[in-house]
């Protein structure tokens, strides 16, 4: 069974300040890494996606792999009120072309209060 | 404008009666796949697949049916809905490496939430 944890929070921080966001997996074969924003009662949107180990920045985000730690983590800098939503992490493994065999697992989310 | 549409957004059935939620996208994706969503559980993925007619069941298939005759349609058939499916629903498309892109992230349709009574 393939798993992605995250802690569900919430986290609180205040505006201004950086929120971290941890996330590990279970399938050393995991190939793909995205964190998501999802609104209440909305759909998920895309923040980031990462494929290589190292940092990875995008304005105020910045994801972070760790292969070996099975490890992916978002920082988000300068965190604004509209920043407060629920964070999930998903995780791809398997063969992703052709007929082969591909899931891409979802954590359960972390929810992200900013404090004005 | 690239998107993924689910239909309908609202849904209120009875126990049995045979539904579908449409998924349809416009952005040539291979990969399709659903997507259930309740408190406390996060996204379950039910099914997904990745070309036409290849369809595999995702961690939570049992009670629901898809089918893909088509490259752009996805829909979710519930042949026999029962209270314990009652939940938000999102379909989601993805480009997959065989098209030579690195961009494989999900893009999400709207979510349907079915109340089975």
């Known amino acids: 069974q393939k798993e992605v944890e995250q802690n569900s929070g919430p986290l609180s921080v205040p505006e201004g300040a950086i929120a971290s966001l941890n996330c590990t997996y279970s399938?050393?074969?995991?190939?793909?890494f995205f964190w998501y924003r999802q609104y209440s009662g909305k759909s998920p949107e895309l923040i980031m996606s990462i494929y290589s180990n190292g940092d990875k920045e995008d304005g105020r985000f910045t994801a972070q792999l760790n292969k070996a730690s099975q490890y992916v983590s978002l920082l988000i800098r300068d965190s604004q009120p509209s920043d407060s939503a629920t964070y999930l992490c998903a995780v791809g493994v398997g063969e992703y072309s052709g007929a082969g065999s591909y899931q891409l697992t979802f954590g359960k989310g972390t929810k992200l209060s900013v404090i004005p | 404008e690239a998107q993924v549409t689910q239909n309908p957004r609202y849904l209120i059935t009875v126990t049995g009666k045979k539904l579908t939620v449409t998924c349809s996208q416009n952005?040539?994706?291979?990969?399709m796949s659903w997507y259930r969503q309740d408190p406390g559980l996060g996204l379950r993925q039910i099914y997904y697949?990745?070309?036409?007619?290849?369809?595999d069941k995702g961690d939570v298939p049992e009670g629901y049916k898809v089918s893909r005759k088509e490259k752009r349609n996805f829909p979710l058939i519930l042949e026999s809905p029962s209270p314990n499916q009652t939940s938000l629903y999102f379909c989601a498309s993805s480009a997959t490496l065989s098209t030579g892109t690195r961009n494989t992230e999900a893009f999400f349709g709207q979510g349907t939430r079915l109340t089975v009574v």
């Open positions: 952005m040539n994706h291979e990969y």
């Open positions: 399938d050393r074969g995991s190939q793909s």
């Open positions: 697949s990745m070309n036409v007619e290849v369809t």
